[in-house]
């Protein structure tokens, strides 16, 4: 059974730092991954999407890696904002067009 | 592009009553899922679509919810009789179907409280 895992729970830093999120999921055959960003009362909004054959993503200041044969991702967020604040969410998907499995998100906190 | 839409946004019931939620999915996206997110957790499947036929429907608590996508478009959840531990957020996706590129979007949610 897919289990996927983030930490930290929590994170607090400072405005303008860079920060890394990671994920680890125990089944290593899954067909993508994705990255979302949930604001308080807010629906999922989709970050980044990494297909099982790539190793990596880019948009703006994040990149997210992907490691399949490890089970890990990484969120990587350049020079953080306050507006940054948020919880994000790792997701696996199994296999093509299958539900998404989840972790329990990292809740990041930028102090101005 | 409109996104996916659900209403009611929020709804507040008591133990027992029913209550039922709507989703539109993104225009042309054949695949329409319902995912349960409990407070502190993340989103968990309870029902999937592929026009109208279910894929996986094994997580959802059939003694008490429901849910049906008629004519392969919008859809809805109904629950019946509703329990304290339903009370969540329900999150509609929808994706498109083959292409070898299959990204979920989803809807704002509907933030249920059961009392």
């Known amino acids: 059974k897919q289990e996927v895992t983030q930490i930290p729970a929590a994170l607090s830093v400072p405005e303008g730092e860079n920060l890394v999120l990671n994920c680890s999921f125990t089944d290593s055959a899954i067909y993508n991954l994705q990255w979302f960003r949930q604001d308080p009362g807010k629906g999922l909004t989709s970050l980044l999407l990494i297909q099982s054959s790539q190793r990596e993503q880019t948009s703006g200041r994040l990149n997210a890696s992907l490691d399949k044969s490890s089970g890990r991702s990484t969120l990587y967020i350049a020079a953080s904002q306050p507006g940054d604040s948020a919880t994000y969410l790792c997701a696996v998907a199994p296999g093509e067009g299958t539900a998404l499995i989840f972790g329990k998100g990292t809740t990041l906190s930028v102090s101005s | 592009e409109a996104g996916v839409a659900q209403s009611p946004r929020y709804k507040i019931i008591e133990k027992r009553q029913s209550v039922a939620f709507w989703c539109n999915p993104i225009?042309?996206?054949?695949?329409l899922y319902w995912y349960q997110q409990i407070l502190g957790q993340g989103p968990k499947l309870l029902i999937q679509f592929q026009n109208n036929g279910v894929v996986d429907d094994s997580q959802l608590p059939k003694d008490r919810f429901s849910a049906e996508r008629l004519k392969g478009v919008d859809s809805t959840l109904k629950i019946q009789p509703a329990k304290l531990e339903d009370s969540a957020v329900y999150l509609c996706?929808?994706?498109?179907?083959?292409?070898?590129?299959?990204?979920?979007?989803f809807g704002p949610g509907t933030r249920l409280t059961v009392l």
């Open positions: 996706a929808s994706s498109l179907d083959g292409g070898g590129f299959v990204e979920q979007f």
């Open positions: 225009s042309g996206h054949a695949t």
